[in-house]
Nanobody
Framework: QVQLVESGGGLVQAGGSLRLSCAASGRTFSRETMAWFRQVPGKQRECVAAIDWVGTTTYYPDSVRGRFTISRDNANDTLYLQMNSLKPEDSAVYYC?????????????????WGQGTQVTVSS
């Protein structure tokens, strides 16, 4: 059974930092793109970072570029998201996702496996 389990969410003040982790089990994703998405009620799920299997190609939307950094440890099947200079508008449920493709993609339908999500709340 494939599982993606996120951890590291929580409550932080604006300007603070959080590091999310996603542990994969059941199969390895060392050859596929992985990503972090976020979603708030009433809005579509948004990709905030994606990384190819090598770790050299990444994607960030303008809203988080320069503040968020995605990385991966293929040896331990773990994905990370370092979030700095957090803003209240970053508050959302954050999801880890794994694609079955090798190229970096940012649309939710391109991802097959999803974690259960972890809440990030940034207070002003």
């Amino acid at each position: 059974q494939v599982q993606l389990v996120e951890s590291g969410g929580g409550l932080v003040q604006a300007g603070g930092s959080l590091r999310l982790s996603c542990a994969a089990s059941g199969r390895t994703f060392s050859r596929e793109t992985m990503a972090w998405f976020r979603q708030v009620p009433g809005k579509q799920r948004e990709c905030v970072a994606a990384i190819d299997w090598v770790g050299t190609t990444t994607y960030y939307p303008d809203s988080v570029r320069g503040r968020f950094t995605i990385s991966r440890d293929n040896a331990n099947d773990t994905l990370y998201l370092q979030m700095n200079s957090l803003k209240p508008e970053d508050s959302a449920v954050y999801y880890c996702a794994a694609s079955t493709q090798s190229e970096v993609v940012r649309l939710p339908h391109s991802y097959t496996y999803w974690g259960q999500g972890t809440q990030v709340t940034v207070s002003s």
